[in-house]
């Protein structure tokens, strides 16, 4: 009978010692939700004012903040066929969103850049998600294993 009691006794006492929780092991590679921001442009620049540069800033450094480690950054410059060179716009304004977010510390992953160019048929003019980047970061967890957040 003291076999037994001590038996029980000792995997209740760990049990309440270490919560199945915090002993959890992870179950498979896991991801936590992309984060995104937009980054304005106006009608065939690429130019990014200083209002953009001051929110991009305090957007990186709350990603670097929040998420210290990050497994990819995208960045995706776009632009209305209706816009002069579209193509070349859309590369120059995610080239310069690119250099803006390496300059203010969103380094610690790789970067991908693309480009998108919106069709003019269904518009007359140019519309404010026809002129933006947006910059996507992929967060990541420790070990790549995100249980628990």
């Not at 816009?83 to 590369?91: I, K, Q, V």
């Not at 300059?103 to 519309?127: C, M, R, V, W």
Request: hydrophobic share 35%; net charge negative; with cysteine.
């Amino acid at each position: 009978m003291r076999i037994f009691i001590t038996s029980l006794f000792v995997p209740i006492v760990t049990s309440l010692l270490f919560p199945a929780s915090s002993a959890a092991e992870c179950q498979g590679s896991q991801n936590l939700p992309s984060q995104q921001f937009f980054v304005a442009f106006p009608h065939n620049s690429h130019e990014i004012s200083e209002s953009e540069q001051v929110r991009i800033g305090r957007w990186v450094s709350a990603m670097n903040s929040d998420y210290p480690i990050q497994n990819w950054i995208t960045i995706i410059g776009s632009a209305s066929k209706l816009e002069a060179d579209s193509e070349r716009l859309a590369t120059k304004r995610a080239s310069a969103t690119a250099k803006v977010v390496i300059d203010d510390g969103l380094i610690n992953a790789p970067f991908q850049i693309k480009t998108q160019i919106y069709p003019a048929n269904h518009t007359t003019e140019s519309t404010p998600e026809t002129r933006e980047v947006t910059i996507q970061v992929s967060p990541g967890c420790l070990d790549n294993c995100c249980t628990g957040h």
